[in-house]
């Protein structure tokens, strides 16, 4: 037992003079590894910090906002007012990668949708990357709203098809799946509008979508 005790000794003795050895011909090195992993460790540090003070900052001026965006004034709820409201595209521009932020572009998006100015709907709306589920239906079907708007009813229909699919706990996915038989039926897509007839009857047995359904069902039989 002595014994091996010994050499075990011996071995942790040898890697300490090792590694002194080691340290004392590399030590320049060792130090400004460590200098770098400091400054990283920092810069991250600070990166966080910063995103949550920037995330905190687009919450006061979201709040700011809301009172305007909820009352259809999408102007001022684009370009802010008199009163302090700095606006959506201030928001978006200076915090758009917080969360905050993200759900500003929704709304930004949302306002130049209702103003008909299709391109920048468009544009807000892909360029939300947030993590909400719900945020995400929310770009998803707008992006498919703004095709719809342009006629483009093959690409609306599709886009809708997969705005139901993103979250299976969305409330309104009947009603995705329901605009995705409208817009494959205006398309001419007879082939998808009774696919998505048989889906949403289903897997919404309940929808209150499928009266209105009928009406695609009897054209196409």
Do not use: W
């Not at 468009?122 to 239906?137: A, I, R």
């Amino acid at each position: 037992m002595a014994k091996h005790q010994h050499h075990t000794e011996e071995k942790l003795m040898t890697f300490y003079y090792k590694s002194v050895d080691f340290f004392q011909k590399n030590k320049k090195h060792v130090y400004t590894a460590l200098t770098i992993l400091v400054i990283v460790i920092a810069g991250i540090v600070l990166l966080v910090n910063k995103r949550k003070a920037n995330n905190e900052l687009a919450a006061i001026e979201l709040e700011k906002v809301r009172m305007l965006y909820s009352s259809n004034d999408f102007n001022k709820a684009i370009n802010g007012d008199s009163l302090g409201a700095k606006g959506l595209q201030f928001i978006v521009d200076e915090y758009g990668s917080t969360d905050n932020g993200e759900t500003a572009k929704i709304m930004l998006a949302n306002c130049y949708y209702a103003l008909r100015d299709f391109d920048k709907a468009e544009k807000y709306y892909k360029d939300f990357s947030g993590h909400n589920n719900l945020l995400k239906v929310a770009a998803s079907a707008g992006i498919a709203a703004v095709y719809e708007a342009r006629n483009n009813y093959s690409e609306a229909a599709k886009q809708f098809e997969k705005t139901a699919s993103i979250s299976k706990d969305n409330p309104f996915n009947d009603e995705y799946v329901f605009y995705a038989v409208k817009d494959y039926y205006r398309a001419n897509d007879l082939e998808n509008t009774k696919k998505l007839l048989t889906r949403l009857k289903e897997d919404y047995p309940k929808s209150k979508y499928l009266a209105e359904a009928e009406k695609y069902k009897s054209v196409i039989n």
